[in-house]
């Protein structure tokens, strides 16, 4: 136990970890493009704000949460997603008297008491997006594409973007009576869990996987023909602006999505190749989740994907990422000897700019070569020996493997010529 990770977690390590850098700064850069700053959010909130901003009846919060109790007495729980703490941060720094819509993006680790699989985890990094005050629906389409346009960035094509309206509460209310009708007159046929959500929520029946299930939602009325005719004409004019960038979308009109919050607008994205966990962004419209979080009033759109899923895609998809970073030079010392010249050098090198590596383990002069190769060095510098004697020390491309004598002082302003620096 004590060498494992908790279930759900996992480690990544230097070899890994430039392929995060990797994304991380495409992330920033794509966001800066498109208007939305970073905000950075603390990893547990109080878990009310889960309960009243992801909803009391969502498996996430009834079954997903890592939920404790402080020292002091207060319950708090790791966060399982962020929207909830963004429109909070919103509230909190008063924000809706700034400028708006306030548009955010956010990169961290999410927790959730899911089941681990591949691609599944319980702790999992998520990149998200949240605009927050302004109901235009260009700003529906915009964060679509911001997702769409990432993807593109990253060289990873087909994907497929599902979309559907869930409306807003006044159309929602006369479908779900429809729905919960309909569902009623099938209710042999449905799962326990379903049970359970049709008086609660029936539209997450929509969203259940048992084949039962599935068969009877088939046949359940469509949200489509009860959207009103605002919830119509935004719906209308996300797809027109989705088409007018040459975004494919395909309309699921069993998309419901698991968070309570989402109104008009849901989305997700999915890629094929990934097997049983294709989704690699979900998102939607929350045009009442700030007001349930105490403020004001204020329509809000976003989305979030997760990482971790996003890397095995690329990584199926055959996208290459950097590899872990190399040294750039490698210092070999001749003899135990000229360990401590060695790492007066190196410390040199580094001051000057340079990435630079030497040996920890009083290797001989060849086992120090061979470990500069395994470690992807472009030079290495041996110290040492007769060039030592005349202030020089020997230079070695360990791509030809050609050697030359260079004066020491000369040595920063040679390597940084060699490596175009
Ligand atoms: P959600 O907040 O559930 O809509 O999730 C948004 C995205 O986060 C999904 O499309 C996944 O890419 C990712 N995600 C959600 N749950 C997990 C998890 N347990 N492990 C890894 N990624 C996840």
Redesign the pocket.
């Known amino acids: 136990m004590l060498t494992t990770a908790p279930r759900g977690t996992r480690d990544i390590l230097p070899d890994e970890v430039a392929r995060w850098h990797y994304l991380e700064d495409v992330i920033r850069a794509h966001c800066r493009l498109f208007g939305y700053g970073e905000i950075r959010l603390p990893l547990f909130e109080h878990t009310e704000l889960f309960q009243r901003g992801v909803g009391e009846t969502t498996d996430i919060v009834e079954k997903e949460m890592y939920t404790f109790t402080d020292r002091g007495g207060r319950s708090l729980t790791l966060r399982p ?1 962020a929207t909830a703490s963004t429109v909070r941060a919103y509230l909190e720094h008063n924000l809706p008297a700034g400028p708006q819509p306030a548009k955010f993006y956010y990169l961290g680790p999410m927790f ?1 008491y ?1 089941r681990p699989q591949a ?4 702790q ?1 990094s ?1 990149f998200g997006v949240e605009a927050i005050g302004s109901a235009d629906p260009t700003l529906d389409a915009e964060v679509i594409l911001l997702a769409l346009d990432f993807y593109a960035k990253l060289g990873l094509k087909d994907l497929t973007v599902e979309l559907n309206s869930i409306g807003c509460p006044v159309c929602r209310t006369e479908y779900r009576q429809a729905l919960v009708g309909y569902l009623r007159a099938h209710e042999k046929e449905l799962c326990t869990s379903c049970l359970d959500r049709l008086e609660r929520n029936p539209l997450r029946v929509l969203d259940c996987k048992e084949e039962g299930c599935r068969t009877v939602t088939q046949g359940a009325p469509g949200l489509a023909e009860y959207l009103c005719p605002d919830c119509r004409e935004h719906f209308r004019l996300v797809q027109e602006c989705l088409k007018s960038v040459g975004a494919r979308y395909v309309l699921n009109p069993a998309l419901v ?3 309570d919050y989402y109104t008009k607008t849901v989305f ?1 994205i999915t890629w094929a190749g990934l097997g049983a966990q294709t ?4 998102g939607g419209r929350y045009d009442g989740l700030v007001e349930e979080c105490g403020g004001p009033p204020t329509p809000g759109v976003g989305f ?3 990482l ?2 996003l890397l095995l895609a690329l990584e199926q998809a055959g996208i290459e990422l950097p590899g872990k970073e190399a040294p750039e030079v490698f210092v070999a010392a001749v003899t135990p000897e000229e360990n401590p010249a060695a790492f007066n050098l190196v410390t040199k090198l580094r001051r000057a700019g340079l990435a630079a590596e030497k040996d920890y383990l009083q290797r001989s002069l060849r086992a120090q070569l061979k470990q500069a190769n395994r470690q992807g060095a472009r030079e290495t510098v041996i110290v040492g020996g007769e060039e030592a004697a005349r202030g020089n020390v020997s230079l070695r491309n360990m791509v030809t493997g050609t050697q030359e004598e260079v004066p020491v002082r000369e040595l920063v302003a040679v390597l940084k010529g060699r490596l175009g620096k």
């Open positions: 997603e959730r899911d691609g599944r985890y319980r999992f998520q999505r698991g968070l997700e989704a690699l962004c979900g979030a994907m997760g971790e899923r």
